[in-house]
């Protein structure tokens, strides 16, 4: 098992509407998530980071966490041509002999069309 | 200005000849990472580390060295022993990363394109 899971989609999404991400991670212990956008042949930039169950917003998306069902999403509102890009998922996973690491999902492709 | 400055943004290595990727923050960060990937794939955690001296492998370590003799600089050095080297590389650094699942938040620099020529 994968220490965090996305679906890779293509995730087709028209304009105007909610673009919703999935994320799913093994580690029952992790206590800090990330999602990351990053654009073709760009390096990833933090969009949102969460720590307790429930949603948080900023802006045009929400990140909602459910550490009980070990989920994580995000959620675009009101999507536009140029959120199209790749999201990525990250958690701090602990490890057994030091400290954690930051482990990232495979991301999810998604394209927002006119 | 405060960030995460990885050089040089395009690399070349001939087969069998070792490389070094530079990787230096001035954020005052205890953590720092190393990442590969390939295209249309995700990251893969090569090393890191948390504290001055002290690095842990990734998930796919072999064929690749770090040192971390200052806390501002984590060098990846490419190995001959990496059979396919040819991706984009990562680094990034966070405040912190605690054995305890606390992490904060990672930032990433512009990222080196390694080729094999």
């Known amino acids: 098992q994968k220490e965090v899971e996305q679906n890779s989609g293509p995730l087709s999404v028209p304009e105007g509407a909610i673009a919703s991400l999935n994320c799913t991670y093994s580690?029952?212990?992790?206590?800090?998530f990330f999602w990351y956008r990053q654009y073709s042949g760009k390096s990833p930039e933090l969009i949102m980071s969460?720590?307790?169950?429930g949603d948080k917003e900023d802006g045009r998306f929400t990140a909602q966490l459910n550490k009980a069902s070990q989920y994580v999403s995000l959620l675009i509102r009101d999507s536009q041509p140029s959120d199209s890009a790749t999201y990525l998922c990250?958690?701090?996973?602990?490890?057994?002999?030091?400290?954690?690491?930051?482990?990232f999902g495979a991301g999810t492709q998604v394209v927002v069309t006119p | 200005d405060g960030g995460i400055t990885q050089s040089p943004k395009y690399l070349f290595r001939k087969e069998g000849q070792n490389v070094t990727l530079s990787c230096e923050q001035n954020?005052?960060?205890?953590?720092m990472y190393w990442y590969r990937q390939d295209p249309g794939q995700g990251l893969r955690l090569i090393y890191y580390?948390?504290?001055?001296?002290?690095?842990q492998k990734g998930d796919i370590a072999e064929g690749y060295s770090v040192s971390r003799e200052k806390k501002e600089s984590f060098p990846l050095t490419v190995t001959s022993a990496q059979k396919n080297p040819t991706a984009f590389y990562l680094c990034?650094?966070?405040?912190?990363?605690?054995?305890?699942?606390?992490?904060?938040?990672?930032?990433f620099g512009q990222g080196t394109r390694l080729t094999v020529v």
């Open positions: 990034a650094s966070s405040i912190t990363s605690a054995k305890t699942g606390w992490g904060t938040e990672a930032f």
């Open positions: 580690d029952r212990g992790s206590q800090s």
């Open positions: 969460i720590y307790s169950n």
């Open positions: 990250a958690v701090n996973i602990m490890t057994t002999d030091s400290w954690g690491k930051l482990q």
């Open positions: 954020l005052n960060h205890d953590a």
């Open positions: 580390s948390q504290i001055v001296n002290d690095f």
